[in-house]
């Protein structure tokens, strides 16, 4: 009697290190939205999944830390759930802060789908694919007011060719790596795509002079929303 094996990988779309502009790949599971946001006055959200796979899944569901913030703060209660072909499942997300919350928090949440095997498929050996989501959950405190600009509220100085931004709000800011400073035409570039509620971070300019004796009095950003769109540039006098 012969013996049929599956092999299965998994592959993931991470949403929005920063920049989503464009709907989520529909393929898979499929997240409702690019961000899940959970307020800590309401201790939960939700977040609607679709299975867009023309085979039932099972669909799983994970909370990622991201390296610079380490405390469990969110579970899904439903981390299991069978999803028919073309079908939403709804997944419930709760806190578990044993604290409240005086700054935005961020971790990451893995949809997987684990699609059936269809009949050609259990008659043979075969090769497949789990396709993942990977999008960010933004936790907001209780009584925190909403900022729908938190990048004007970083401290931008800059010494020589030394570029310095600190975030001293208790807002997560996202944006583009990319930094413009003129008049002569410097470049800088951030470490990563958002700036957590307490990082400082300090940067070398480069300018098309090749000089280290350049003086800058503005700086260009191009910051993003809570969703990952990108929004007009702001300019800020050094």
Do not use: C
Not at 46 to 63: C, E, F, G, H, Y
């Amino acid at each position: 009697m012969p013996i049929y094996t599956k092999t299965t990988t998994t592959i993931f779309f991470t949403l929005s290190s920063l920049l989503i502009s464009n709907p989520v790949l529909a393929t898979g599971v499929v997240p409702e939205t690019t961000v899940l946001l959970v307020k800590e006055s309401e201790g939960s959200a939700t977040m609607n999944v679709t299975n867009s796979d023309a085979v039932p899944t099972i669909l799983t569901t994970s909370i990622e830390s991201i390296p610079e913030d380490k405390e469990p703060l969110l579970v899904a209660t439903n981390p299991l759930s069978f999803v028919d072909a073309g079908a939403k499942q709804v997944v419930r997300f709760v806190l578990t802060n044993k604290k409240p919350l005086t700054v935005q928090r961020l971790v990451r949440v893995n949809f997987v789908g684990v699609p059936g095997r269809n009949k050609n498929e259990a008659k043979k050996n075969s090769v497949g694919m789990n396709v993942g989501q990977n999008i960010p959950a933004i936790i907001h405190p209780a009584g925190l007011k909403e900022e729908k600009a938190p990048w004007e509220k970083l401290s931008w100085s800059i010494n020589g060719n030394t570029l310095t931004v600190s975030n001293d709000s208790p807002y997560i800011v996202r944006m583009s790596q990319k930094i413009d400073l003129y008049p002569q035409d410097g470049l800088a570039s951030l470490p990563k795509t958002y700036i957590l509620p307490g990082e400082k971070f300090t940067m070398n300019v480069s300018n098309k002079a090749n000089s280290n004796n350049s003086t800058y009095q503005s700086l260009r950003i191009y910051p993003a929303t809570v969703y990952g769109f990108m929004v007009n540039h702001y300019d800020v006098k050094l």
